[in-house]
């Protein structure tokens, strides 16, 4: 690995978009060729403060940040939702990746062009107004709940770990995700929620106003109380039928968790793949011509963001230069 020394405006292209492991926690902003950096538990919200309406990009390292409300649009980078390990500095340190986390209410009024990436929410979500534009990739919940209170169009989640309740969802799209949804859940009258490549387990608990309603297709499903207002096709369910659904076809029934190689279960662990035997990825092929469940469709099964792992980052002053060391590695 190469150690190099940047100026502030070689910054942007040297640290922004990459995971770090540093000392203290920190949040990077770039907004073109300036870079700003922020450190401490409230890194997070004081780099939202200082982004403009529009183009900033946010960094943040590994470790535990304040929530903070989103109000334009904005991309925000973490670390991720696991440790990984990493090769030991050459003094002995510890330089494993550790987990983004963001603690508390993560509240978004912004009208759209909102991209969030690697972390794990501590908290619920919330989305205060009408939002056009919303991207959540290799993100975790668990035990929370993702509520929107006004009108949401194009909005998605790809390869999130999702255990949450869920409330007035409108145009979602769920791609290659864990999903089980918990807790009282209505979606809009006129839901358009899609459920594509994903492993649901729960995911169609249904209370009242047709409840959790959504079209799940190409994806393994383990229901336990599923509603006729939702649609199934090319999915394995661990059912024996789906009688009364309407617009449901192409279903394979009574398909329990001996389906995948790793682990004969749905259960979840940082370890598992979800892989499918390789008799099941000849057997269930999907709508799209590939094989059904998490690993199928446009992405696999993938909790490592898509930034490079940034170790060692150390940033001094000399006179107007800001003189950034750091090391970079492939994830």
């Given at each position: 690995m190469k150690k190099t020394i940047f100026t502030l405006a070689m910054l942007c292209c040297a640290v922004v978009g990459n995971a770090?492991?540093?000392?203290?926690?920190?949040?990077?902003?770039?907004?073109?060729?300036?870079?700003?950096?922020?450190?401490?538990?409230?890194?997070?919200?004081?780099?939202?403060?200082?982004?403009p309406d529009a183009g900033g990009v946010i960094t943040l390292s590994s470790g535990t940040f304040n929530a903070a409300?989103?109000?334009?649009?904005?991309?925000?980078?973490?670390?991720?939702?696991?440790?990984?390990?990493?090769t030991p500095t050459t003094s002995g340190s510890d330089n494993s990746l550790k987990a983004t986390s963001i603690t508390g209410v993560q509240t978004i009024s912004a009208s759209g062009g909102v991209y969030m990436e690697g972390l794990r929410f501590e908290g619920d979500l919330n989305v205060t107004k009408a939002i056009d534009g919303l991207d959540f990739v290799k993100c975790?919940?668990?035990?929370?709940?993702?509520?929107?209170?006004?009108?949401?169009?194009?909005?998605?989640?790809?390869?999130?770990?999702?255990?949450?309740?869920?409330?007035?969802?409108?145009?979602?799209?769920?791609?290659?995700?864990?999903?089980?949804?918990?807790?009282?859940?209505?979606?809009?009258?006129?839901?358009?929620?899609?459920?594509?490549?994903?492993?649901?387990?729960?995911?169609?608990?249904?209370i009242y106003h047709d409840?959790?309603?959504?079209?799940?297709?190409?994806?393994?499903?383990?229901?336990i109380n599923p509603n006729p207002a939702q649609t199934y096709q090319f999915c394995t369910i661990n059912r024996s039928n789906l009688d009364g659904f309407t617009g449901s076809s192409d279903n394979w029934f009574s398909v329990d968790g001996s389906i995948f190689a790793d682990q004969k279960n749905t259960a979840y662990s940082d370890a598992r793949t979800f892989e499918l035997t390789d008799e099941a990825k000849a057997t269930y092929i999907g709508s799209d011509g590939k094989e059904v469940g998490i690993n199928g469709g446009n992405y696999n099964w993938?909790?490592?963001?898509?930034?490079?792992?940034?170790?060692?980052?150390?940033?001094?002053?000399?006179?107007?230069?800001?003189?950034?060391?750091?090391?970079?590695?492939?994830?």
């Open positions: 770090q492991v540093t000392d203290e926690i920190s949040a990077i902003l770039q907004v073109g060729d300036n870079a700003q950096i922020f450190y401490g538990a409230d890194a997070y919200a004081q780099a939202l403060e200082a982004a409300e989103i109000s334009k649009s904005v991309a925000v980078y973490g670390a991720g939702w696991v440790t990984e390990n990493s975790w919940w668990h035990g929370k709940s993702l509520n929107f209170t006004e009108q949401n169009d194009n909005v998605t989640f790809t390869q999130c770990y999702i255990w949450c309740g869920m409330q007035k969802l409108h145009k979602v799209l769920f791609q290659n995700c864990f999903i089980y949804i918990t807790g009282y859940n209505v979606f809009s009258d006129e839901s358009d929620v899609v459920i594509n490549h994903c492993l649901c387990g729960n995911s169609t608990y249904a409840g959790a309603r959504f079209r799940c297709q190409n994806s393994t499903v383990y229901p993938n909790k490592t963001p898509h930034t490079p792992l940034v170790t060692d980052l150390k940033v001094t002053i000399d006179g107007t230069n800001l003189k950034v060391t750091y090391n970079a590695e492939t994830r």
